[in-house]
């Protein structure tokens, strides 16, 4: 079992950043993909992005590409998400997810594990 936890929400300007962290605490022997997903109020959870298992490898939805970067540490079991220059629409609830394939990292059915979420606001 793992156990994810996010931190770094919270409320930003248009235009402004954030970083976003998710700590991995449990079995956390096994290399693990990375995923971050979203969902504002009414609308289905969306990709955001993920690193792949080893840290080698990142994919972007065209949403946030060029504005959203992911990385991980692996030595201390925890991956960031640093937010910049964000609007409006990227107002959501933020969650984190893993799991041990290497696939499908777009699709949130194919994570088994998942945190509790994090609130990101940004005004205009």
């Known amino acids: 079992q793992v156990q994810l936890a996010e931190s770094g929400g919270g409320s930003v300007q248009a235009g402004g950043s954030l970083r976003l962290s998710c700590t991995a605490s449990g079995r956390t022997d096994s290399d693990y993909r990375m995923g971050w997903f979203r969902q504002a109020p009414g609308k289905d959870r969306e990709f955001v992005a993920a690193?792949?298992?080893?840290?080698?490898?990142?994919d972007y939805a065209d949403s946030v590409k060029g504005r959203f970067t992911v990385s991980r540490d692996n030595a201390k079991n925890i991956v960031y998400r640093q937010m910049n220059s964000l609007k409006p629409e990227d107002t959501a609830i933020y969650y984190c997810a893993a799991d041990s394939s290497n696939y499908g990292w777009r699709s949130a059915s194919t994570y088994d594990y998942w945190g509790q979420g994090t609130q990101v606001t940004v005004s205009s």
């Open positions: 690193v792949m298992r080893g840290g080698g490898s990142t």
